[in-house]
């Protein structure tokens, strides 16, 4: 079971710098995860490493909150993108309007990081 708060603070000399508030649990081969804050570049190691490690001990689903989320670019997509490698999904329970907007510009693109694996479940 996997089950942890995690916030992570850029690496920057500002005391003031947004953060990405990072919370999961398991349930299954599912992973649950709530995100909250901002997630770029500074910020996404966390998620990225949660990920990695969740995939090395076999969660094939990630259930992703991302209602909270108050900025995000394609650091977000690039974590997703590689937490989709080898045939593991994601659905979105709540989605904020910034993640909303990040996941519709990718597919108005047409270049979806993983077809299939964006199956949005609620708003």
């Keep these: 079971m996997i089950s942890s708060p995690i916030v ?3 690496d920057t000399d500002e005391a003031d710098a947004p953060a990405v508030d990072l919370s999961c649990v398991s349930c299954g081969d599912t992973l649950r995860m709530r995100l909250a804050g901002e997630v770029d ?3 996404a190691t966390p ?3 949660v990920l990695t490690t ?3 001990y076999g969660y094939r689903h990630l259930d992703l909150d991302t209602r ?4 995000c670019d394609s ?3 690039d974590a997703l993108a590689g937490w989709c490698r080898s045939g593991r ?4 329970t709540a989605t904020s309007r910034p993640v909303g907007r990040l996941l519709a510009m990718e597919r108005d693109l047409g270049r979806p990081s993983a077809p299939g694996a964006w199956k949005v479940t609620g708003r």
């Design 68 to 71: 909270a989320i108050t900025f």
């Design 89 to 92: 999904t994601v659905s979105h």
């Design 75 to 77: 650091a977000l997509l």
């Design 41 to 43: 570049h500074f910020t």
């Design 47 to 49: 998620l990225r490493v």
């Design 54 to 56: 969740a995939a090395a």
């Design 8 to 10: 992570a603070l850029p």
